[in-house]
């Protein structure tokens, strides 16, 4: 089941220990003194702040939450769904998937159990049954799909040493092959909101599970502060429903047994891309170690223009997507579409996917818990807006080796929309460079992916690839 804790908060003053109020009153009075505040004098925070909406004097506070046992799908259509508003550390479906090893099932069965009660009265052993049925299509495939990524490795990258295959043949195999995996499994993951954010998420909560996790912040957060009382008020909690999703493009439901289809690329459309001259570049240092796009005065004509895109892909990949907080995206519908990557299409697993999909279509549950029931590899889509540079930033992790494959080719559809539209010498394909074409050096370290950065100046450096 899911546990929160609270493990910290944010001291804005070294000399003072200084309370959510006593800071929100700080924050107030330095707005309506000329000299400097007293920290400890104290206004009527409710009436004079939050109820009139003065909500910036309320965001210099922060929890932190360790948040375990919660399921990958309400992370990703949950806490990472709309609000930007957070920072997050989530485990890795790349260095921990050992956990589709040896899944503990009853351990999912009771969160369904927890949450969907009044569902649960029936049989329910038809989830089951999905689940572990999805579970034996992964670990029946994965030991050969190690030995093809191994493979594919010493094809494409030609400075992998040995060590470095053997490291990460599995890892890269268990990514994609976890597309059969259901998202329900559960994860664990480090969130931090400030006090507004986390009344509006409490506000706001569309899923059994949420309401549970934000109530449980709630509680933690006022069992250490109960004067935050004030903020938590239940008449305005959500009153339309929980969120039902969308799951074809006309917003139906009843159209999700219809068809099915395979993908081997996510889909990508570029629907506006602003004029080049209001894109200003940014050397490489400005964005490694540290991004400082959004900090530097003479960049932020790049801030004010961007593009837009409508983007298909797995839900794996939409988890990573949504790493990027400063893009805006749409509501996500499923699509009836399957992801199958490179390895997947080398083992033939085309018959499995299909039959992944029906099985989970074919669920007569809830909808809410339908969702995070389905497969990784089930396709959403959903369209995007960005910044200038908040593009430049994404793309720059993205056209790396070191990241997954789909969201590689995700990039590098956009890159080539860019190009076509605007020209080969479009100053725009600036944004499209990860740092080793544009400085001929690794950026990863100990993680250099082994692949020949000589190609940058002699040869096509944004290949197809495999892993």
């Keep these: 089941m899911i546990k929160v804790k609270f493990f910290g908060r944010t001291k804005l003053f070294e000399e003072v220990e200084s309370e959510p109020l006593a800071l929100a009153s700080h924050a107030a009075l330095e707005c309506y003194k000329a000299e400097p505040p007293v920290m400890g004098e104290m206004i009527d925070v409710e009436e004079r702040l939050f109820n009139v909406g003065h909500h910036t004097t309320l965001q210099h506070f922060y929890f932190n939450f360790n948040v375990e046992g919660i399921a990958v799908g309400d992370v990703t259509l949950g806490l990472h769904l709309c609000s930007p508003f957070y920072n997050s550390d989530q485990r890795s479906g790349r260095f921990c998937s050992a956990m589709f090893d040896n899944p503990d099932i009853e351990k999912i069965m009771d969160y369904i159990k927890c949450f969907w009660p009044e569902f649960c009265r029936r049989d329910i052993a038809d989830i089951e049954a999905y689940i572990r049925t999805q579970i034996q299509i992964y670990q029946r495939n994965l030991g050969q799909a190690s030995s093809l990524a191994a ?90 429903g929980l969120w039902k999703g969308i799951f074809w493009p006309d917003g139906s439901v009843e159209k999700r047994r219809d ?163 605007r020209g080969a010498k479009s100053f725009l394909l600036k944004m499209f460079e990860p740092p080793c074409f544009s400085t001929g050096k690794c950026a990863e370290g100990a993680r250099y992916c082994g692949r020949d950065i000589k190609l940058r100046r002699k040869g096509k450096y944004f290949p197809k690839r495999k892993v």
């Design 151 to 240: 493979e594919f490795i010493r094809k494409e990258r030609p400075f992998a040493s040995e060590k470095y295959i053997a490291q990460n043949a599995l890892k890269i195999a268990q990514e994609q092959m976890r597309m059969f995996v259901p998202v329900i499994f559960p994860t664990g993951l480090d969130f931090t909101v400030n006090l507004t954010a986390l009344v509006a998420l409490w506000e706001s909560a569309w899923s059994p599970s949420l309401v549970f996790v934000f109530d449980e912040m709630v509680r933690l957060v006022l069992s250490k502060y109960p004067e935050l009382g004030i903020f938590f008020q239940e008449e305005r909690r959500r009153k339309v």
């Design 259 to 421: 068809s099915f289809g395979i993908k081997i690329k996510p889909g990508l459309k570029l629907l506006q891309l602003d004029a080049d001259r209001e894109f200003r570049g940014a050397p490489v240092e400005r964005m490694h170690p540290v991004d400082k796009l959004h900090f530097t005065p003479e960049l932020m004509d790049s801030s004010a223009a961007g593009l837009r895109t409508q983007v298909e892909i797995s839900l794996a990949t939409m988890g990573q997507d949504q790493r990027h907080r400063t893009i805006g995206r749409s509501e996500p519908f499923f699509t009836g579409n399957f992801y199958l990557p490179p390895i997947l299409q080398g083992l033939a697993l085309e018959r499995e996917a299909l039959f992944s999909l029906r099985e989970w279509y074919d669920l007569n549950v809830p909808i809410n818990l339908w969702v995070i029931l389905a497969p990784y590899g089930a396709m959403v889509r959903y369209k995007k807006r960005g910044s200038f540079n908040a593009v430049a930033h994404e793309q720059a992790k993205r056209l790396c080796w070191c990241a997954q494959e789909e969201i590689y080719h995700l990039s590098l559809s956009l890159r080539q929309a860019v190009e076509k539209k």
